[in-house]
């Protein structure tokens, strides 16, 4: 029986680590991590193996040659062009065709007893048995679910938080019978989990899955890479570590040198030829390559240095990776999560802060303290995206530097002479960051329409438009004056797709970025009109019959924002008594505190009362959101205000569909169904839910929290279109908010956060998974367990922080207190709250 090893991939993620060597060289414990699966491979019989190359494939067959060494046999498949994960192997079907074959991935470290995994798959008289193993975190991974005598049920390729129920991840590591390789065409990018193995599913083939035991970590990371070679030094993983134990934990390989007044606290490696000087301090977790000299009064800890590699005196490495043939010279500081290149110079006294990576062939000059990379670094974060956009603290975490970065990769992502829109909130950090901005885009050879202080539905607006390929925001974060966000959006106006974002989240961490040619700076132009011609539209598009008729009086609040710039254009027109306060903009004060909220919310409601309005509309400070207080005076939350809103376009519309998030209460949808509206639940993201409100038959949606979609003006939020159809429905309707408001059923619906380590999210959901067996479920978002009664609760992880939120609704507060309860033990006790 033969193996196939894939050893075609780049990995991106790793750079500057793998900016000149593919991943299956990177060494761990001084060893290439493909030389550690062949190995494996070897231990269970394997003898024969083909080898699928792509990337610098030169390199992996001067390593490794013909296997002899290693008492294998080995053949190689290059690809001209990445085929896929399927595809690679079916390039090397001539070698295949005639038995079963094991396929296994070259880049990740495991010890899975591959000989119990083909009796397993023998015994199940499997078509397909894929290696599974259970993960803190696997978004990263394929989920896999299988039913209890291991038949494969579904696949999910890379899921978000909230399509995580499952912890159960595919390693890459599969046996096969020959007859799939006839399901793979040949010649084109092809993936085994995205393409061939839910069409086999499909056709009811033997699929299984064998859960593993073993050890598996995917060296995708920096931090994987780093715990791999942590596991090994601690005996987690079985591998052939060609070295001898100094002390305990303590390990040495040929030819190395220590000086008896060194100190070693393992546990640690030091390879072949290499040299410790006295006083130097190697703490636990350090590994050196072969030939590196560490000299006396330099400290590392949890350091991984590759070959050749000269420390200096004093030198200080703590949680970083030092490439080839590197120099770090005297007293030179290097910080956690830093990675430096091959063949650089790191000079004297020089500092390297948290996080930097410095590519290949680089000079760090002598007393020079570097925060940044010598290119640009990737920030280090969990996800370079939050709910906001891009969030962080003014010129601490968002600086004009940053912005530059971020608008160099977002062009990077876009051709040569689009065009993208930019605008701001009223606030003086917006203002000096979008300058850095527009920079930027300008030097990408991007053309930019600059709106300066406008609305965001009004930049929404105008990135729609037939010429332009995106836009850039910059708003104050709500209830944080110290912080900003910056919002991408794509050419329909709404906010970049997740899709959309890990693309520009990859080329930003590669820092690989597009600069223009001296004739091919772009232009930045301030087009003319831009709020009268968003208003103009909004006016054309919304119905506002009746309203002149009413003589309807309203009160509304600007907040200081930038909706001041458009009411007067739209109000005008409207033919409406209006009220405002806050009208103008505010650049000291561009948002509110939660005080603040609610003190200016107990104004409106005064004013609205004591002038007998119809209602009272607060904006937030970029238009986008809406908060209510009806005509007596009264603050309609959130919730409720979506359900008055939804029932006053359906009762009108009667028909159509209606787009919502699914931690909306279900009084919503009895609320449709009672004019024969339809609900299309999405999931809890924003771009989901514009993308649900773009198609034709959408004549609502909201998101629960003051956001709302007017689809037939524009299929993203905007407060000023929902304010002026709101008009126009009460206008119409002759009811005031508060009986339309006494005629809906109140929900009762509760809510709880469980705070949840990054660890035990996958846990978590797939214990949630398991204790629902026999109930409905509901995956649009998290996990919906949907009781016969029509109660339910909702578990659903938080995609930014580490918490869990629940929701539970029943037909009385007993009934939803009682499922919040249950569902939140199986919660905290999954994630070692209790």
């Known amino acids: 029986m033969k193996a196939v090893v894939m050893a075609g991939g780049e990995g991106t993620r790793l750079r500057p680590m793998t900016a000149t060597q593919p991943k299956p060289l990177l060494p761990i414990i001084n060893k290439p991590v493909m030389e550690h699966v062949l190995r494996l491979l070897k231990r269970h019989g394997y003898t024969e193996t ?154 009811g083939c033997r699929l299984y899955g064998y859960v593993a035991e073993g050890y598996w970590e995917d060296i995708g990371t920096f931090e994987s890479y780093l715990k791999a070679q942590a596991d090994v030094l601690e005996g987690r993983v079985k591998v052939d570590i060609d070295a001898f134990e100094l002390a305990p934990g303590v390990w040495t390989a040929e030819g190395a040198s220590v000086d008896p007044e060194a100190v070693l606290k393992g546990p640690l490696y030091i390879g072949d030829y290499a040299k410790v000087e006295a006083g130097a301090e190697l703490r636990e977790y350090t590994v050196l390559g072969s030939n590196v000299v560490v000299k006396e009064g330099a400290f590392l800890h949890r350091a991984v240095v590759n070959d050749n590699v000269y420390i200096g005196p004093g030198g200080h490495l703590r949680g970083c990776v030092i490439g080839k043939n590197t120099d770090v010279m005297a007293r030179a500081r290097i910080e956690e999560n830093v990675v430096v290149g091959d063949e650089c110079v790191i000079e004297a006294e020089a500092y390297v802060s948290s996080g930097v990576k410095i590519y290949p062939f680089k000079t760090i000059e002598a007393g020079a303290v570097v925060n940044t990379s010598v290119i640009w670094e990737s920030r280090g974060q969990r996800s370079l995206f939050g709910p906001r956009g891009v969030s962080g603290l003014v010129n601490v975490e968002i600086t004009p530097e940053l912005c530059v970065r971020l608008a160099s990769a977002y062009a990077t992502t876009l051709k040569k002479g689009d065009t993208v829109v930019t605008s701001r909130d009223a606030s003086r950090a917006a203002r000096a960051l979008k300058r850095a901005v527009i920079s930027a885009l300008n030097s990408s050879a991007i053309n930019v329409l600059d709106l300066e202080a406008a609305p965001l539905p009004v930049a929404r607006f105008h990135t729609a438009r037939q010429d332009v390929r995106g836009g850039i925001a910059l708003r104050t974060t709500a209830g944080d004056p110290q912080s900003v966000d910056i919002v991408f959006m794509d050419e329909t106006g709404a906010d970049l797709s997740q899709a959309a974002q890990r693309k520009l989240e990859r080329v930003f961490t590669r820092q690989e970025y597009r600069r223009a040619f001296p004739g091919e700076i772009a232009e930045l132009s301030f087009p003319a009109r831009a709020v009268d011609t968003y208003a103009r539209e909004l006016l054309r598009c919304v ?98 205000a979506l359900l008055v809103l939804l029932d006053l376009v359906a009762a009108e519309r009667r028909g159509g569909r209606v787009a919502l998030p699914v931690t909306t209460t279900r009084v919503a949808e009895r609320v449709c169904r009672s004019y024969g509206v339809e609900v299309e639940w999405t999931a809890t993201s924003l771009d989901t839910l514009t993308r649900a409100a773009s198609h034709p038959d959408m004549i609502f949606a909201g998101d629960g929290r003051g956001g709302f979609i007017v689809p037939e003006f524009a299929p993203t939020l905007d407060g000023l279109a929902v304010f002026l159809r709101l008009l126009g429905l009460v206008a119409r309707t002759r009811m005031s908010l508060s009986q339309i408001d006494a005629r809906i059923p109140e929900a009762k619906m509760l809510k709880r956060t469980v705070p949840t380590p990054w660890a035990h999210k996958g846990t978590v959901m797939r214990s949630v998974v398991e204790a629902a067996e026999g109930y409905r479920l509901d995956t649009t978002d998290g996990v919906r367990i949907v009781e016969d009664d029509g109660s339910w609760a909702l578990v659903l992880p938080d995609p930014a922080e580490a918490v869990t939120h629940l929701w539970a609704e029943g037909h009385d507060m007993d009934t939803a207190q009682a499922l919040l309860e249950r569902w939140a033990r199986v919660v905290e006790q999954a994630a070692g709250a209790r």
């Open 543 to 640: 119905d506002i019959r009746g309203v002149k008729e009413s003589n309807m009086k309203v009160v509304v609040d600007c907040a200081g924002g930038t909706s001041s710039l458009v009411l007067p254009s739209l109000l005008g027109q409207a033919g409406v008594d209006v009220l405002t306060v806050n009208n103008r903009l505010d650049d000291a004060a561009p948002t509110e505190t939660l005080a603040a909220r609610r003190r200016d919310l107990q104004r409106l409601a005064e004013l609205v009362a004591s002038s007998r309005a119809a209602f009272g509309v607060r904006f937030d400070p970029v238009g986008e959101r809406i908060s209510l207080v009806d005509e007596k005076g009264r603050l309609i939350s959130d919730e409720r």
């Open 50 to 203: 083909v080898v699928t190359v792509q990337f610098l494939a030169p390199l992996i067959r001067n390593y490794f040659g013909d296997g002899d060494e290693l008492g294998l046999t080995l053949h190689y498949a290059a690809e001209e062009i990445p085929l896929g994960t399927a595809g690679s192997v079916r390039n090397a079907a001539d070698r295949l065709r005639d038995e079963r074959f094991l396929v296994i991935s070259g880049d990740a470290l495991t010890d899975i007893d591959l000989t119990d995994m083909l009796r397993f798959h023998l015994e199940h008289e499997a078509l397909v048995t894929i290696g599974l193993k259970r993960v803190p975190n696997p978004l990263e991974f394929g989920i896999i679910i299988v039913d209890e005598r291991g038949r494969i049920q579904r696949f999910l390729e890379k899921p978000t938080w909230g399509q995580v129920f499952s912890d159960t991840v595919n390693t890459g590591i599969y046996i096969m019978e020959p007859s799939v390789l006839e399901e793979v065409p040949p010649g084109r990018a092809v993936d085994w989990s995205s393409d061939v193995f839910p069409r086999l599913l499909e056709k």
